[in-house]
């Protein structure tokens, strides 16, 4: 029997699971629960979970020999309050799984009960690794997200190569979207003042004002990307937080801005770092001045062009040509990267639309559709029986 026949058998099971972990999610770091619940099923399956990596990560080793190949899932959620009215709400007021990383563990889980199975009758060459990853949105802006953490406690040292996949509640569900090389975009944050000098507002020219200062700072900031960077190399900068000034009648001190910067290629993401500090510099110019502070978050997700074709083929076997389809380019950003540049990886999309709502990642009304919980689970499973299969036996 197939994996996905296997899988699907499972189903009731894994929406299950998926139900209990939306019903109780948990900001990154804090998954102890999720990470409890995680240990409890591996360990009803007689498999050892290893707790308490990279603050709150979980692994375990299902086979005998050493883990070729890790399967990965996050598992953090989101600060946002559920505006869905669904049985499995979250009770947790303020936190939502509003990116699916309860469908990550849940079929990551799917996958386990599969390939337990197997290395339990034998038939499974060699032995998988799963990471149960904490913290990788980040919303608590720890110096380092979860998969950063988890590669340096060394999870990944003993395996040869890593896969990972996200649920997408755009996509149209139960279809796989995959590309090789770049997929995700490098993530950098910035936080800028501009420092001018505060007064009477009837007054400005006493003064020197930073609101006027900073409206030539984003101004410029916007044509960086126009005027600056290769046409034909993807590339972001957004202001997304302006702040200043307490009355009417007063010109503040200094204006603080903040935002994101996205980009795939090293040339490209130190450009805009440069012209940044260009775009910031332009305060000088009156008299003013500026702090600057970049931040480099996660660099770009690139897939091995080897594990790519390698988890297409299993793809296409698993669900028909028909449902395996070329990636665009995303300028979102995952720390599976860290994972992809410490082994060769490959990180996919499996479409999850739910219905003809829109509900897209980090929005209150997120959510998905629960048959694509089987399929991740049957596609995660298959992958590693394939990977371990093409191996050598483990003496
Ligand atoms: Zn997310
Ligand atoms: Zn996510």
Redesign the pocket.
């Known amino acids: 029997m197939s994996y996905l026949t296997r899988a699907h058998a499972r189903a009731d099971q894994l929406i299950a699971i998926r139900r209990d972990l939306h019903a109780h999610p948990e900001l990154g770091f804090q998954e102890v629960r999720t990470a409890q619940r995680i240990a409890e099923i591996l360990g009803e399956l007689g498999l050892q979970a290893q707790t308490g990596i990279a603050h709150t990560g979980v692994t375990a080793i299902i086979g005998a020999g050493r883990p070729r190949l890790a399967l990965r899932a996050d598992m953090d959620a989101?600060p946002i309050v559920e505006a869905n009215d669904v049985p499995y709400k979250s009770q947790n007021e303020g936190v939502m799984h509003a990116?699916g990383h309860d469908a990550h563990v849940a079929g990551l889980l799917g996958a386990a009960m599969l390939l337990n199975e197997d290395a339990r009758a034998g038939k499974l060459n060699g032995a998988v690794k799963l990471l149960f990853q904490p913290n990788?949105?980040n919303t608590v802006v720890a110096p380092k997200s979860g998969g950063q953490l988890m590669v340096e406690a060394g999870v990944l040292d003993d395996v040869d190569a890593v896969i990972g996949l996200h649920v997408s509640s755009v996509l149209p569900s139960n279809e796989v979207f995959l590309r090789a090389g770049p997929f995700m975009a490098a993530v950098d944050i910035f936080d800028g003042t501009i420092i001018g000098r505060g007064g009477h507002g009837a007054y400005p020219h006493q003064t020197l004002d930073p609101i006027w200062l900073a409206a030539q700072v984003v101004n410029a900031i916007h044509g960086i990307v126009s005027r600056r960077i290769d046409p034909t190399k993807p590339g972001v900068i957004s202001v997304t937080t302006i702040n200043a000034g307490s009355a009417t009648n007063i010109i503040p001190e200094a204006v603080r801005l903040t935002g994101t910067i996205r980009s795939f290629e090293p040339a490209v993401q130190a450009q805009l770092h440069t012209d940044l500090e260009r775009a910031f510099a332009l305060a000088r110019a009156w008299g003013g001045d500026y702090t600057l502070n970049l931040q480099f978050e996660y660099p770009a997700t690139v897939n091995d062009a080897r594990m790519t074709e390698f988890m297409r083929g299993v793809a296409i076997d698993l669900l028909g040509a028909a449902r395996v389809k070329e990636s665009d380019l995303h300028m979102g950003a995952e720390d599976f990267s860290f994972m992809a540049r410490a082994k060769p990886g490959v990180f996919f999309n499996l479409g999850a639309k739910k219905d003809e709502n829109d509900r897209p990642?980090?929005n209150p009304r997120f959510d998905i559709d629960e048959t694509v919980l089987p399929t991740g689970a049957a596609l995660l499973a298959e992958a590693a029986r394939r990977f371990l299969a093409a191996l050598p036996q483990p003496k």
């Open positions: 989101l990116c990788e949105e990642h980090h």
